[in-house]
């Protein structure tokens, strides 16, 4: 039956020809975004993996820039211990020539000596971003950020490869009562801490803990540090802290800062603050010989009594050297290969990604062009469908 009212041709020409382009739609879209998940509306569960996959991703970036920065540290510190471990080699050769008799002992031990200096300006400078694992400031163990792991519940936890922090430096930071304050912090421990408003005054007290020759007592006014090192006629003094706050008191007063400083009394350093700015102060106490090469500080060869003493001395020193740089190259190894995993595994993330949501090209290409004909087709469909009625005027001639 014929009608004009009612065209089903049309209407299933009409809904094909709509159906070709929904799905030409479709694949224009993975063809413009080369992707087949492009939102959560094209598939949800495929999705949402793949966003997980790819926060994932970027937090290995961030610990490939974290092994990075570890590497870097560590391989400074393990360049810095195996150039002491020559210097103390280089060290040992002029101490086993001061057990001679017939040598200049003296010309010997002023090459220690430079070789002493040497180590201590390898361990100051041995450091990366501030940070430096050989003079002894840090903690036992750093910790190096080096994988995200995640669990069967979506639980995600941050593992780290711990690196034991060696001591080579010949004077280390100890507990001892040096400072007190009137306020802020001060305690027995080795650092010193307060704040001074602008346009107040406050004291620092240094106190006698039994200070050796080469103790140093270093404290930092602002951006200013100064700092006074102990010298044996100053420990055979009566008053030592006296001496050191006269020191100090002469540094601090040719830093250029808008400070005051007196004495009020013994060891007392009374510090005014005109700067127009709170005034942070701290200090630290360096102890000569609590290093881990602090028995460095006492080899001398100057005598023949001095040089067979220090020829016990030294290998007991080469082999701690010895021993931070086997601990720093083991370390270092680890993060390498550490690294070169995460590199890996980010890769492997970013293909798992891709295999689930990347459209394939040649097959969108291929569908297309399938499908523009098909629209074609429809169109002409729906265009015939559509003169059908056409035909029932010639009924009525």
Not at 102 to 128: C, E, H, M, W, Y
């Amino acid at each position: 039956m014929s009608s004009i009212l009612t065209n089903n041709g049309a209407m299933v020409a009409l809904q094909t020809l709509k159906s070709i382009n929904n799905q030409l739609g479709d694949t224009q879209g993975m063809i413009s975004t080369g992707k087949s998940v492009a939102s959560a509306k094209d598939n949800s569960a495929v999705w949402a993996i793949s966003k997980v996959m790819e926060s994932d991703v970027k937090g290995f970036k961030a610990i490939s820039d974290s092994l990075a920065l570890g590497e870097s540290t560590v391989a400074v510190a393990s360049n810095a211990s195996e150039t002491i471990t020559d210097l103390l080699t280089q060290m040992k050769g002029k101490i086993v020539a001061a057990q001679e008799d017939n040598v200049d002992r003296g010309k010997i031990n002023d090459d220690v000596t430079a070789l002493k200096d040497q180590i201590n300006s390898v361990v100051s400078a041995a450091q990366f971003n501030g940070l430096n694992l050989i003079d002894g400031s840090q903690g036992a163990t750093i910790d190096v950020l080096s994988s995200l792991d995640r669990d069967a519940s979506g639980t995600v936890t941050a593992s780290n490869i711990s690196v034991s922090t060696q001591d080579l430096s010949t004077g280390g930071y100890t507990a001892a009562a040096v400072f007190t304050g009137t306020t802020g912090v001060s305690t027995s421990a080795d650092v010193f801490g307060m704040t001074i408003d602008d346009g107040s005054s406050d004291s620092v007290v240094i106190v006698d803990p039994t200070f050796a020759a080469g103790d140093k007592i270093s404290l930092t006014v602002g951006e200013e540090e100064v700092s006074y090192t102990f010298t044996a006629d100053d420990v055979a003094a009566t008053t030592p802290e006296d001496i050191a706050a006269v020191g100090l008191r002469a540094a601090l007063q040719a830093t250029g800062l808008a400070i005051d400083v007196d004495f009020s009394s013994t060891g007392t350093l009374d510090i005014t603050n005109n700067t127009g700015n709170d005034l942070t102060i701290s200090g630290q106490f360096t102890n000569a010989g609590s290093g881990g090469l602090g028995a460095l500080a006492a080899i001398d060869v100057s005598t023949a009594l001095g040089a067979s003493a220090a020829l016990g001395s030294i290998e007991t020193l080469i082999d701690t050297a010895i021993s931070a740089s086997a601990s720093f190259g083991s370390v270092q190894g680890r993060i390498e290969t550490q690294s070169d995993f995460i590199s890996k595994l980010t890769d492997s993330l970013k293909s798992g990604i891709g295999s689930m949501v990347d459209a394939d090209m040649e097959e969108a290409s291929a569908r297309l062009q399938a499908l523009q004909v098909q629209q074609q087709l429809g169109t002409q469909s729906l265009s015939i469908a559509n003169q059908a009625p056409q035909s029932i005027l010639s009924l009525f001639r």
